[in-house]
């Protein structure tokens, strides 16, 4: 069963703009959210996380929010950059180490 | 800090043979990490160890897969009598067991399997 759940496959953005990718869970016990980033032919790379304590982490330009209530939570990034073009990984975990991916959603940041 | 490595980057084998993978975690990192990812899917677990122990195994996992991490430092995986459905992208992260616990990943093996 699929406990995290990205259902945009895709998103176009134009450059300067902001990019909004979106992330829901169903298990209550996650406490802790991560977003990874993709290249072709690479591993994932951590971009930026949030504890369940909180409802939003800023790291320049990447910002996470996190609504418990709803469990959802989104990842905005501004202003997007032809460098952001890549897949995101949504991922989350309870209060151990197995970590929970979404499927992914591939942003293409245009000039 | 070198990063996650792993070896080879990509693996091409025919259906039945035995292949081996390997991870070099990041130096000070205790935890390490087995995930799959095939085409159009989120990573999906493996196995996990922290230090030399092997604390829990996917059910994904079947018994033709095993791992290892005999110095509590690098680790193997080990496909035996490899399938079609193998095929997939093996990725290997690490972790220092600390607030965050946050996982870094290797670039991964690519195995295709004839």
């Known amino acids: 069963d699929q406990q995290v759940k990205q259902n945009s496959p895709s998103l176009s953005v134009q450059e300067g703009r902001i990019s909004i990718l979106n992330c829901d869970y169903t298990n209550s016990m996650f406490d802790y959210f991560l977003w990874y980033k993709k290249y072709p032919a690479e591993g994932p790379t951590f971009l930026i996380s949030?504890?369940?304590?909180?409802d939003k982490n800023e790291d320049g330009r990447f910002t996470v929010f996190l609504n418990k209530s709803a469990k959802h939570l989104s990842l905005h990034i501004v202003p997007s950059q032809p460098g952001d073009s890549a897949v995101y990984f949504c991922?989350?975990?309870?209060?151990?180490?197995?970590?929970?991916f979404g499927a992914g959603t591939t942003v293409t940041v245009r000039a | 800090d070198t990063g996650v490595s792993q070896d080879p980057r990509h693996k091409i084998t025919k259906r039945g043979q035995n292949v081996t993978f390997r991870c070099d975690p990041i130096s000070e990192h205790n935890r390490l990490y087995w995930y799959r990812q095939t085409l159009g899917q989120g990573p999906e677990f493996l196995t996990y160890?922290?230090?030399?122990?092997?604390?829990?195994k996917s059910r994904l996992l079947s018994d033709r897969f095993s791992a290892e991490r005999p110095k509590g430092s690098f680790s193997t995986l080990e496909i035996q009598r490899t399938e079609q459905g193998d095929s997939a992208m093996y990725l290997c992260?690490?972790?220092?067991?600390?607030?965050?616990?946050?996982?870094?990943f290797g670039p991964g093996t690519r195995l295709t399997v004839l």
């Open positions: 949030i504890s369940s304590i909180k």
């Open positions: 991922a989350a975990r309870p209060n151990d180490y197995k970590l929970s």
């Open positions: 160890f922290q230090n030399e122990a092997q604390l829990e």
């Open positions: 992260a690490s972790s220092q067991m600390d607030g965050t616990d946050t996982q870094y």
